[in-house]
């Protein structure tokens, strides 16, 4: 099971989501759901992850790219970064919804968490360059996967 923490258009509760095998959210979000305005974005996922019990939470920050905060091999919590693959987005709607679901289609192949943020930050970029929110062909992100392999 995922979530997709938003609160454009509601006020987004983190504690409405238990135990989720992913959760996403922006940096922005977890913010305004935490009221935490000073701390980094490492304590910020680990808050994020013990509030909603979620081992594996991706934080988006845009031009910043996204962090991830996940259950590490042994079961100790990890952390690391994935750079923004779109420095020039033309639209962005539709970019979080796109990246939930890439990602736990991603997730759902058993795929390691950096892949599983991968996927969902090239998903992302390609929904963030063109306008509109239109569905994601297949064909596109096999394409943009083809040109950003993973290293």
């Known amino acids: 099971m995922v979530a997709d923490r938003q609160s454009s258009s509601q006020l987004g509760d983190v504690s409405r989501f238990k135990d989720m095998h992913l959760l996403t959210t922006t940096e922005h979000e977890a913010r305004v759901n935490l ?13 994020l992850s013990i509030e909603s019990g979620t081992r594996n939470v991706i934080m988006e920050s845009g031009l910043e790219g ?21 420095p020039s987005p033309r639209d962005t ?8 679901v890439t990602s736990a289609m991603a997730m759902a192949v058993d795929l390691s968490p950096w892949e599983v943020a991968y996927l ?8 963030t360059s ?21 290293s």
């Open 93 to 100: 709607v539709g970019a979080g919804a796109v990246f939930l």
């Open 66 to 86: 996204a962090l991830l905060q996940f259950e590490g091999s042994k079961g100790e919590p990890a952390a690391g970064r994935i750079p923004a693959l779109n």
């Open 35 to 47: 009221r935490n305005h000073q701390d980094g974005l490492v304590v910020l996922a680990e808050e």
């Open 130 to 150: 063109r306008i509109g929110n239109r569905p994601l062909p297949h064909s596109d992100l096999v394409w943009e996967f083809q040109l950003s392999p993973i």
């Open 120 to 127: 969902g930050s090239i998903a992302a970029a390609v929904q």
